[in-house]
Nanobody
Framework: QVQLVESGGGLVQAGGSLRLSCAAS????????MGWFRQAPGKEREFVAF????????YYSDSVKGRCRITRDNTKNTGYLQMNSLKPEDTAVYYC????????????????WGQGTQVTVSS
């Protein structure tokens, strides 16, 4: 079992930056790939970024590519999403997720989810 807790969300002006963190419990965190997803009001949950268990492979959605960077520190059981040049359309609840045998962009394939952290970008 892995429990995930996100933090780092908040209110920021357009063009600003935030770093989200995802703290994981359990010694097996390093065995799990991680992903970040987001859900805006009235919209479906969408993929944002993925990082493999070792950290060697990353993927990004086209909407955040070049503005976001996903990393992880397995010694601290923590994953991160650095978001720069934020836009109002980035406003959403951001969730981290983890799993062993996953399809990176498919939310249904992740086994564990955090409770989410709100990111609001004002224009």
């Amino acid at each position: 079992q892995v429990q995930l807790v996100e933090s780092g969300g908040g209110l920021v002006q357009a063009g600003g930056s935030l770093r989200l963190s995802c703290a994981a419990s359990g010694r097996t965190f390093r065995s799990y790939a991680m992903g970040w997803f987001r859900q805006a009001p009235g919209k479906e949950r969408e993929f944002v970024a993925f990082i493999s268990a070792s950290g060697g492979v990353t993927y990004y959605s086209d909407s955040v590519k070049g503005r976001c960077r996903i990393t992880r520190d397995n010694t601290k059981n923590t994953g991160y999403l650095q978001m720069n040049s934020l836009k109002p359309e980035d406003t959403a609840v951001y969730y981290c997720a983890a799993g062993e045998s996953i399809t990176p962009r498919a939310a249904s394939t992740y086994d564990y989810w955090g409770q989410g952290t709100q990111v609001t970008v004002s224009s």
